[in-house]
Structures are given as C-alpha cells and as structure tokens.
C-alpha cells in the first residue's frame, strides 16, 4: 500500500511558475512509476506526465504541457516532482499524483489532488 500526498499548488499569474511535490509513504519508492494527472472543472481527468520507476530514465508527456512542464523523481525523498513553467490559465485544474507497480499499466495509488489557479 502507498500512500501519496501532494503539496505546492496554489494561484499563479499566467507566465509564471510552480514546483509541485508528491510525497509518498513506504520504504518501496524506487519502484514505483509515477504519474501526475490533472481535472480541470467539469472536464474529465486527464494525463500530464509520467516517469519510469528507479532512476527515471524515462518520461512522458502529454501534447499540451510538453515543453513547459517536466516531471522527476528524488528516490530518497521518496518524492516525485512536477515543475511546471509558462502557466497559462487553461492550466487550471486539481492536479493528482499517482503511482504504479512495475510491469503494470493502470495506476494504482492516488493523492487528494492539489489546486493550481492560472488566473485569465
């Protein structure tokens, strides 16, 4: 069982930045993929990023934050990160980190979410 909690939303200007965190419980971190998904209002949740478990070599993207955000890991934090750059007000959203086993493609283990507001 993991257990997420996320950290570091909040109201940004459009062009500006934020940092979010993705703390998680337990002592198997590394070896878990992780993701950040985000639910912007009355829209369905949809994928952001990911990155591959252990040393995070590889990363993924969705189209429209490609560029502007990147996602890491700090596996001795035991936390996953989003930096995201260059907000714009469609940015708007509750944004969820989750994880998954190795070998497995759904996501398994959520956050609360945590909300960014890119005033227009």
């Known amino acids: 069982q993991v257990q997420l909690v996320e950290s570091g939303g909040g109201l940004v200007q459009a062009g500006g930045s934020l940092r979010l965190s993705c703390v998680a419980s337990g002592r198997t971190f590394s070896t878990y993929g992780m993701g950040w998904f985000r639910q912007a209002p009355g829209k369905e949740r949809e994928f952001a990023a990911a990155?591959?478990?252990?040393?995070?070599?590889?990363?993924s993207y969705a189209d429209s934050v490609k560029g502007r955000f990147t996602i890491s890991r700090d596996n001795a934090r035991n936390t996953a990160y989003l930096q995201m750059t260059s907000l714009k007000p469609e940015d708007t959203a509750v944004y969820y980190c989750a994880a998954r086993k190795i070998g497995f493609t759904e996501f398994e283990y959520w956050g609360q979410g945590t909300q960014v507001t890119v005033p227009s």
């Open positions: 990155i591959s478990p252990w040393n995070g070599g590889d990363t």
